[in-house]
Nanobody, 126 residues
Framework: QVSLIESGGGLVQAGGSLRLSCAAS????????LAWFRQAPGKKREFVSA????????YYADSVKGRFTVSRDNAKNTLYLQMNSLKPEDTAVYYC???????????????????WGQGTQVTVSS
């Protein structure tokens, strides 16, 4: 009924920028928390950023603060992640996710996210 479709990944040189998009298809999709995660080869999936539906509070992992910006467009049912000043350590598969739990993203676990995108590869070269 509802799926998350990602786009915008690719290969970029260190210091460059990419903008990821995550569009929700289908009807009646009302998550409270929209988030981005990433997973590098051999590493656990880690939290990157999140935004809440109502007040639109934003949250960022320390590793991306000041470089990444999360936003959403409710009319387009789309979540965005603007990534600037990219570093090689940002290389990973990026996933968008959504949770219906009305809680701060700081309290959520990965298992609390019910909807996931397919992932999009981001590769940053030196």
């Amino acid at each position: 009924q509802v799926s998350l479709i990602e786009s915008g990944g690719g290969l970029v040189q260190a210091g460059g920028s990419l903008r990821l998009s995550c569009a929700a298809s289908g009807r009646t999709f009302s998550p409270y928390v929209l988030a981005w995660f990433r997973q590098a080869p051999g590493k656990k999936r880690e939290f990157v950023s999140a935004i809440t539906w109502g007040v639109a509070n934003t949250y960022y992992a320390d590793s991306v603060k000041g470089r990444f910006t999360v936003s959403r467009d409710n009319a387009k049912n789309t979540l965005y992640l603007q990534m600037n000043s990219l570093k090689p350590e940002d290389t990973a598969v990026y996933y968008c996710a959504a949770s219906i739990r009305r809680s701060s993203p700081a309290t959520l676990r990965i298992s609390d996210y019910s909807f996931w995108g397919q992932g999009t590869q981001v590769t940053v070269s030196s």
